[in-house]
C-alpha cells in the first residue's frame, strides 16, 4: 500500500522558467497505466490553463 503521486510543472510563459506545480496524490496501485498516462495529460493541460494567467 501507500500513497504514489504525478505532477506536471507550471512554466512561466515570459520566461520559460517553472514557478510552480500541479499535482494528484492517491493510493499506490490504484489506477492501471492507461488511467495514469489520461491524467498526467490532463495534469499538463491544467498546468498550462494556470501558466496562461500569469
Same mark, same amino acid.
Given at each position: 500500500?501507500?500513497?504514489?503521486?504525478?505532477?506536471?510543472?507550471?512554466?512561466?510563459?515570459?520566461?520559460? +522558467?517553472?514557478?510552480?506545480?500541479?499535482?494528484?496524490?492517491?493510493?499506490?496501485?490504484?489506477?492501471? +497505466?492507461?488511467?495514469?498516462? +489520461?491524467?498526467?495529460?490532463?495534469?499538463?493541460?491544467?498546468?498550462?490553463?494556470?501558466?496562461?494567467?500569469?
Amino acid at each position: 500500500s501507500g500513497v504514489a503521486s504525478l505532477a506536471a510543472p507550471v512554466f512561466h510563459p515570459g520566461i520559460g +522558467e517553472v514557478v510552480g506545480a500541479v499535482s494528484i496524490i492517491f493510493e499506490h496501485g490504484q489506477y492501471d +497505466e492507461a488511467a495514469l498516462s +489520461e491524467m498526467a495529460a490532463r495534469l499538463k493541460v491544467c498546468a498550462g490553463q494556470i501558466a496562461s494567467t500569469l
